[in-house]
């Protein structure tokens, strides 16, 4: 009882702590924070932080030369420029009394370099630097003490001398122990100039405060100025598992201080694989072995020990978030249910993904240990920053962070190159209709034309396509779903559809079949363009396709051409109906709504090939986008002095902000993503609400929000805020502010 009351009172202080600490606004400045904890969020409702495992690629390399066998471990990766380094112990096995039993003879022990131009293919080069069995034709890149777990890495020190730009711990027994019959475990410091050619840098050990028989790693933490080493530091009445240490000069450590992992069951980690992260450097990465103590039989052979492959994360090097899902399991292959295999390499890398032309983290696992005839290790790979992520449901979810301020980057900070699969609609400049240039319709989009609900009792609406695609395509629309209303307008067209070409208002139906136009489709390889247009006039309507008159239909004396559901759109229709319901996609220019029903004369010249921009009455109104200025293709240049320019909304994409929000997400094809910004008071900040944020699905490892087309946040730099995010069947794995 004793206990369950203390422990009570440690999760109550730890929650009011919690509470206090939510709301300190976190100064997250320009760092890409990724959600591999609950540090950045204050709420989940629906949503729930998910561990993504990564997939199993090619064998990496097989340890089968003489001086390797299937007990070689201890695999250490690192990219040095162009080039990716691995170094890991090359040894053998015995047997005893039907028992695996690993041969622990230093002398047997050899370290061994492998590299590699991509971090895919990889070769064992002969370096000719030690004798096994009397050549030194071999990969053997140290042969002596410390060959057992000897840890290299690139030291980014600046203060490094270059002959000691390589650095490494080892572990062996104290020699002046061993000379008293005592066997006492510390770690040795090497050093080397090139990665290459190692030597001892003293012969006195620099830790003594640990167990250290298992892969000890270090490196220079660029972030506390320091060298930081994670080593095999066993608790007492439990077993294995890690701590560290720190040092100024990698010669002089502190004392070795146990790891703590809050919230996560005891856990024994034969290994602990950690360090920074090199897209976010404020965070740790660990990726331990874990040891469970469990026996298994197979084929009349017993063995002791199951490990897998964990992951592990934490912002001090102390405390750590500890998954206790397995990062990488043991699977179908028999070899990996071995005692001490699934043992992830110390280091990731970043490769050319072979699915995409962005970069993923390819991370290193072994297999074949102890069984077989030579240990082998497998290369994983994981999209970048993929290891977890807030996952929304189909059937959707949030999640709001904790209050947050977030800073203007350096003047000379270099823009990210995007690319965004996901435009939907964007000016064409290369293969434009006329003039210079035309809008793409890409994906759904609509354009809504101000101040259009009522238009009155002469009209025209016209326009010229290029490259549509088979299929029912909006034109101007304002219907909003079920039966069509008398003030609900659809002018569309189906270029290979019965009725090519339709105009619908309430009752009144003209359409044009397809023998009066035939196919003009993309799909039947009609890449010409072609004009449409409708006149009304009191409620009689005239549709022309390329200047010629193809149909007619209504009578005088219905009046004002009004709609019932607002504004018209131009390119899909207004909510009600899906927002993908019959989407006008391919390009359009000369998009125009005028206040007066042209003659036929005029619509024929209206159509006419390489027509300069029409010469409309001084008395004309309407809106008419022509796009001949790319920098403003949305302004209406029918304006005069009778008619003000009509401001028309679209989703085209604007100018990149100088500070962006960016996000690394995934959806599915029915899947969606957005975000309101909050102010302090968790109040919506005008502008970005929900409903203002432009839907967001696909997939991307950095692509900027908008809102309302916008995506420029600088005004909000420095401000408290808070960030609310809708996902439905969506991954979010990372966010940043910055260009």
Not at 14 to 30: D, F, L, R, T, Y
Not at 127 to 142: C, E, M, P, R, Y
Not at 544 to 564: H, N, P, T
Request: proline share 6%.
């Amino acid at each position: 009882m004793k206990l369950l009351h203390f422990f009570s009172l440690a999760v109550l202080m730890g929650a009011s702590a919690s509470a206090q600490e939510s709301k300190v606004p976190v100064e997250i400045g320009n760092r890409r924070e990724l959600f591999v904890d609950e540090f950045l969020i204050e709420k989940l409702d629906g949503t729930a932080l998910t561990l993504h495992r990564p997939v199993p690629r090619e064998v990496a390399i097989v340890h089968d030369a003489p001086w390797e066998g299937e007990t070689s471990a201890y695999h250490t990766v690192f990219q040095d420029g162009d080039l990716y380094r691995m170094y890991y112990r090359g040894s053998g096995r015995g047997k005893r009394r039907g028992r695996l039993m690993e041969r622990h003879h230093m002398s047997h022990e050899t370290t061994c370099y492998a590299e590699s131009k991509d971090g895919i293919h990889w070769t064992k080069p002969n370096l000719g630097l030690f004798k096994h069995d009397g050549s030194t034709a071999n990969n053997i890149v140290w042969f002596g003490p410390g060959g057992h777990n000897f840890a290299p890495f690139k030291d980014t020190n600046p203060d490094c001398p270059p002959k000691r730009r390589y650095k490494a711990l080892a572990f062996m027994h104290d020699e002046k122990a061993l000379a008293k019959g005592r066997r006492v475990r510390c770690l040795y410091p090497f050093h080397s100039p090139d990665g290459i050619h190692w030597q001892l840098s003293q012969k006195e050990p620099v830790m003594t405060d640990g167990a250290f028989d298992s892969l000890n790693v270090a490196s220079w933490d660029s972030v506390r100025k320091c060298y930081v080493a994670f080593v095999r530091k066993n608790r007492p009445g439990f077993g294995r598992d890690a701590g560290t240490a720190t040092s100024k000069d990698f010669l002089k450590w502190t004392e070795t201080k146990r790891l703590e992992y809050p919230g996560s069951p005891p856990i024994q980690l034969y290994t602990n694989g950690i360090g920074r992260y090199r897209r976010a450097p404020h965070l740790y990465f660990g990726f331990p072995m874990r040891y469970v103590e469990r026996d298994y039989r197979r084929e009349g052979r017993k063995g002791y020990g199951i490990t897998d492959g964990l992951f592990m994360t934490s912002r001090d090097g102390l405390n750590f978030h500890r998954w206790t899902e397995a990062l990488i399991r043991p699977g179908l292959q028999p070899d990996r249910w071995v005692t001490r295999n699934n043992l992830t390499a110390h280091g990731l890398v970043f490769t050319t993904s072979h699915i995409h032309d962005g970069p993923e983290i390819s991370l290193y696992s072994t297999e074949g240990f102890w069984e077989g005839e030579a240990c082998r290790i497998r290369r994983f790979t994981i999209r970048t920053d993929g290891f977890v992520s807030v996952h929304g449901p189909p059937s959707g979810g949030s999640l709001l962070t904790r209050s947050l301020t977030f800073s203007v980057p350096p003047p000379n900070t270099p823009r990210t190159v995007r690319v965004d699969p996901m435009v939907r609609l964007r000016v064409d400049e290369d293969k434009p209709i006329r003039g210079a240039g035309s809008l793409e319709f890409r994906k759904d989009a609509t354009l809504t034309l101000a101040g259009t609900q009522n238009l009155g009792p002469q009209v025209t609406l016209a326009v010229s396509v290029r490259g549509v695609p088979s299929g029912r395509r909006r034109l101007f629309s304002t219907y909003g779903g079920g039966e069509i209303k008398e003030n609900d307008l659809i002018f569309d067209i189906d270029s290979a559809g019965s009725d090519s070409v339709r105009f619908y208002c309430g009752k009144l139906k003209v359409d044009v079949p397809l023998e009066k136009i035939g196919t003009w489709s993309s799909e039947s390889n009609d890449d010409s363009s072609h004009h449409l247009a409708a006149t009304w006039d009191d409620g009689k309507v005239t549709v022309y396709f390329d200047g010629r008159k193809v149909a007619s239909g209504g009578k005088a004396g219905i009046g004002d051409l009004k709609f019932a559901n607002g504004d018209l759109r131009f390119g899909e229709d207004h909510p009600g109906t899906s927002v993908s319901n019959e989407p006008f996609l391919g390009h359009a220019d000369d998009i125009l709504v005028l206040r007066r029903a042209l003659s036929a004369t005029e619509i024929a010249r209206l159509a006419e090939a390489g027509q300069v921009t029409p010469k409309f009455a001084s008395d004309d109104r309407g809106v008419f986008l022509n796009i001949d200025n790319p920098d403003s293709p949305l302004a209406d240049t029918l304006a005069n002095d009778s008619d003000p320019a009509q401001a028309v909304a679209g989703p085209l994409p604007k100018s990149p902000g100088e500070i962006e929000l960016l996000l690394n997400f995934a959806t599915s094809a029915a899947g969606s993503l957005r975000c309101e910004i909050q102010n302090e008071h968790g109040d919506p900040i005008p502008g970005f609400t929900l409903n203002d944020c432009d839907e967001l699905y696909g997939d991307s490892l950095e692509q900027a929000l908008s809102w309302n087309g916008a995506s420029e946040l600088k005004h909000l730099a420095g401000r408290t805020i808070r960030l609310r995010f809708e996902l439905k069947d969506a991954d979010l794995y990372a966010l940043r502010f910055g260009r």
